[in-house]
């Protein structure tokens, strides 16, 4: 599968984006889907992952309440609303799908996903 993520930009402390990923492929509610960042000279982090059905979602601590993962299987979409941003959030967001188990200790782990997007950069200013 392959993946295209978009809808970064600059926004506002406080403001709201709301990211998408589109898939190709006709296998794409065979794909758990997860949102990752990384910010400039740091590690890859996990921010949100979205179960086969959408019926589960998990999400990193620092972004519960703040930021949503949804999909849309008959479009072949994901998506990322984040709302109440912080400078903190400064990243670029890749999309990410893995073939694996729904197993919420293991779905942060970045090298279990099978396939990623190229990222779309999102500028939170203060």
């Known amino acids: 599968v392959q993946l295209q993520a978009s809808g970064g930009g600059l926004v506002q402390a406080g403001g709201s984006l709301r990211l998408s990923c589109a898939a190709s492929?006709?296998?794409?509610?065979?794909?758990?889907m997860a949102w990752f960042l990384q910010a400039p000279g740091k590690e890859r982090l996990f921010v949100a992952a979205i179960s086969r059905g959408g019926s589960m979602t998990y999400y990193a601590d620092s972004v519960k309440g703040r930021f949503t993962i949804s999909r849309d299987n008959s479009e072949n979409m994901v998506y990322l609303q984040m709302n109440s941003l912080k400078p903190e959030d400064t990243a670029i967001y890749y999309c990410?799908?893995?073939?694996?188990?729904?197993?919420?200790?293991?779905?942060?782990?970045?090298?279990?996903?099978?396939?990623w997007g190229q990222g779309t950069l999102v500028t939170v200013s203060s």
């Open positions: 492929g006709p296998t794409f509610s065979n794909y758990i």
């Open positions: 990410a799908a893995d073939r694996g188990l729904w197993n919420m200790a293991a779905l942060p782990t970045s090298r279990r996903y099978d396939y």
